[in-house]
Protein backbone atom coordinates (compact mmCIF):
# COMPACT_ATOMS: atom_id res chain seq x y z
CA UNK A 1 0.00 0.00 0.00
CA UNK A 2 1.38 3.33 -0.80
CA UNK A 3 1.67 6.38 1.21
CA UNK A 4 -0.74 9.10 0.52
CA UNK A 5 0.59 12.02 -1.98
CA UNK A 6 0.00 14.45 0.79
CA UNK A 7 2.50 12.45 3.22
CA UNK A 8 5.10 12.13 0.65
CA UNK A 9 4.99 15.62 -0.35
CA UNK A 10 5.05 16.79 3.33
CA UNK A 11 8.20 14.26 3.85
CA UNK A 12 9.66 16.28 0.87
CA UNK A 13 8.34 19.50 2.19
CA UNK A 14 9.85 18.65 5.39
CA UNK A 15 13.59 17.76 3.43
CA UNK A 16 13.92 21.02 1.56
CA UNK A 17 13.34 23.26 5.13
CA UNK A 18 15.77 21.51 6.65
CA UNK A 19 18.21 21.73 3.40
CA UNK A 20 17.27 25.30 3.68
CA UNK A 21 18.14 25.82 7.24
CA UNK A 22 21.38 23.86 6.79
CA UNK A 23 22.62 26.08 3.93
CA UNK A 24 21.37 29.14 6.12
CA UNK A 25 23.18 27.97 9.08
CA UNK A 26 26.83 27.43 6.79
CA UNK A 27 25.60 31.07 5.30
CA UNK A 28 25.99 32.58 9.32
CA UNK A 29 29.01 30.61 9.97
CA UNK A 30 30.73 32.05 7.06
CA UNK A 31 30.00 35.40 7.70
CA UNK A 32 30.94 35.01 11.48
CA UNK A 33 34.23 34.26 10.28
CA UNK A 34 34.98 36.33 7.42
CA UNK A 35 33.71 39.32 9.72
CA UNK A 36 36.00 38.17 12.49
CA UNK A 37 33.22 37.72 14.78
CA UNK A 38 34.45 34.99 16.96
CA UNK A 39 32.20 34.84 19.84
CA UNK A 40 29.12 34.58 17.72
CA UNK A 41 31.02 32.28 15.87
CA UNK A 42 31.42 29.83 19.27
CA UNK A 43 27.87 30.11 19.67
CA UNK A 44 26.99 27.88 17.18
CA UNK A 45 28.51 25.37 18.89
CA UNK A 46 26.67 23.32 21.67
CA UNK A 47 28.28 22.86 25.15
CA UNK A 48 29.30 19.14 24.43
CA UNK A 49 30.42 20.32 20.64
CA UNK A 50 33.56 18.77 18.93
CA UNK A 51 35.61 20.63 16.94
CA UNK A 52 38.63 19.37 14.45
CA UNK A 53 40.63 20.53 11.55
CA UNK A 54 41.91 17.39 10.33
CA UNK A 55 43.63 16.70 7.33
CA UNK A 56 42.15 13.78 5.01
CA UNK A 57 45.39 11.74 4.87
CA UNK A 58 44.60 10.91 9.15
CA UNK A 59 41.15 11.28 8.86
CA UNK A 60 41.08 8.13 6.14
CA UNK A 61 43.30 6.36 8.40
CA UNK A 62 41.58 6.88 11.33
CA UNK A 63 43.90 9.40 13.32
CA UNK A 64 42.44 11.43 15.66
CA UNK A 65 44.86 14.21 15.69
CA UNK A 66 44.19 17.57 14.24
CA UNK A 67 45.83 20.57 14.23
CA UNK A 68 43.20 22.06 15.86
CA UNK A 69 41.37 20.12 18.41
CA UNK A 70 38.28 20.86 20.69
CA UNK A 71 36.48 18.85 22.82
CA UNK A 72 33.79 21.00 24.14
CA UNK A 73 32.30 24.56 24.01
CA UNK A 74 35.16 25.68 26.07
CA UNK A 75 37.76 24.31 24.40
CA UNK A 76 36.34 26.60 21.15
CA UNK A 77 35.84 29.59 22.96
CA UNK A 78 39.42 29.21 24.46
CA UNK A 79 40.43 28.74 20.38
CA UNK A 80 38.47 32.30 19.81
CA UNK A 81 39.79 34.02 22.55
CA UNK A 82 43.69 33.18 21.89
CA UNK A 83 43.02 33.90 17.79
CA UNK A 84 41.52 37.48 19.18
CA UNK A 85 44.26 38.22 22.02
CA UNK A 86 47.25 36.26 22.01
CA UNK A 87 48.45 34.95 18.54
CA UNK A 88 50.43 37.29 16.38
CA UNK A 89 49.81 36.95 12.52
CA UNK A 90 49.92 39.44 9.76
CA UNK A 91 46.54 40.93 9.04
CA UNK A 92 44.22 39.02 6.39
CA UNK A 93 40.72 38.86 5.03
CA UNK A 94 39.00 35.63 4.47
CA UNK A 95 36.36 34.46 2.63
CA UNK A 96 34.49 30.92 3.05
CA UNK A 97 32.64 29.51 0.38
CA UNK A 98 30.14 26.57 1.71
CA UNK A 99 28.57 24.81 -0.66
CA UNK A 100 27.33 20.91 -2.33
CA UNK A 101 25.42 20.99 1.27
CA UNK A 102 23.97 17.13 1.93
CA UNK A 103 21.79 16.23 4.28
CA UNK A 104 22.73 12.94 5.42
CA UNK A 105 19.86 11.27 7.64
CA UNK A 106 18.48 11.96 11.03
CA UNK A 107 19.78 9.93 13.83
CA UNK A 108 17.78 8.46 16.45
CA UNK A 109 17.78 10.93 19.04
CA UNK A 110 17.03 13.87 16.80
CA UNK A 111 20.62 14.60 15.70
CA UNK A 112 21.12 15.89 12.50
CA UNK A 113 24.07 14.66 9.94
CA UNK A 114 25.18 16.79 7.19
CA UNK A 115 28.45 17.70 5.27
CA UNK A 116 28.88 19.98 2.97
CA UNK A 117 32.62 21.23 0.88
CA UNK A 118 34.17 24.80 1.50
CA UNK A 119 36.85 26.54 -0.23
CA UNK A 120 38.81 29.38 2.26
CA UNK A 121 40.53 31.92 0.51
CA UNK A 122 42.81 34.70 2.30
CA UNK A 123 44.05 38.18 1.11
CA UNK A 124 46.83 39.44 2.90
CA UNK A 125 46.82 43.30 3.72
CA UNK A 126 50.59 43.72 1.81
CA UNK A 127 49.54 41.31 -0.84
CA UNK A 128 47.46 41.95 -4.18
CA UNK A 129 46.25 38.79 -4.82
CA UNK A 130 44.08 36.22 -3.43
CA UNK A 131 45.41 32.76 -2.41
CA UNK A 132 43.40 29.47 -1.81
CA UNK A 133 43.72 28.84 1.66
CA UNK A 134 42.22 25.79 2.24
CA UNK A 135 39.39 23.38 0.66
CA UNK A 136 37.72 20.41 2.21
CA UNK A 137 34.65 19.17 3.36
CA UNK A 138 33.02 19.48 6.83
CA UNK A 139 31.40 16.22 8.20
CA UNK A 140 28.31 17.68 10.44
CA UNK A 141 26.54 16.49 13.56
CA UNK A 142 23.70 19.07 14.12
CA UNK A 143 21.08 19.30 17.16
CA UNK A 144 18.32 21.40 17.31
CA UNK A 145 17.47 23.58 20.39
CA UNK A 146 14.16 25.45 20.08
CA UNK A 147 13.71 26.75 16.97
CA UNK A 148 17.85 26.85 16.52
CA UNK A 149 20.21 24.76 14.96
CA UNK A 150 23.78 24.46 16.72
CA UNK A 151 27.09 22.26 15.93
CA UNK A 152 27.32 19.48 17.80
CA UNK A 153 30.00 18.17 15.69
CA UNK A 154 32.18 19.70 13.23
CA UNK A 155 34.98 17.29 11.73
CA UNK A 156 37.34 20.19 8.94
CA UNK A 157 38.74 17.43 6.90
CA UNK A 158 40.71 19.60 4.63
CA UNK A 159 42.56 18.21 1.15
CA UNK A 160 45.48 20.31 1.15
CA UNK A 161 48.97 18.43 1.46
CA UNK A 162 50.31 21.83 2.70
CA UNK A 163 49.04 23.86 4.87
CA UNK A 164 49.54 27.72 5.20
CA UNK A 165 51.46 28.83 8.61
CA UNK A 166 47.97 31.25 9.30
CA UNK A 167 46.03 27.41 10.14
CA UNK A 168 45.75 29.29 13.85
CA UNK A 169 42.05 30.54 12.30
CA UNK A 170 39.13 28.63 12.36
CA UNK A 171 37.72 27.49 9.06
Known amino acids: MQAPQATVNDRRIAALLLHREIEDFNSAYAAALDDGRLNDWTEMFTDDAFYVIISRENADR ?7 YCENKGM ?7 VEKTEMFAPRYLRHIIGNTQVLGEEHNGDIRARANYVVVQVLFDRPEAKLHQVGVYHDKFRR ?20 NALCLPV
Not at 62 to 68: A, E, K
Not at 76 to 82: E, V, Y
Open 145 to 164: FGSELKLAERRCVYDNLLVD
Open 62 to 68: GMPVGLV
Open 76 to 82: IQDRAFA
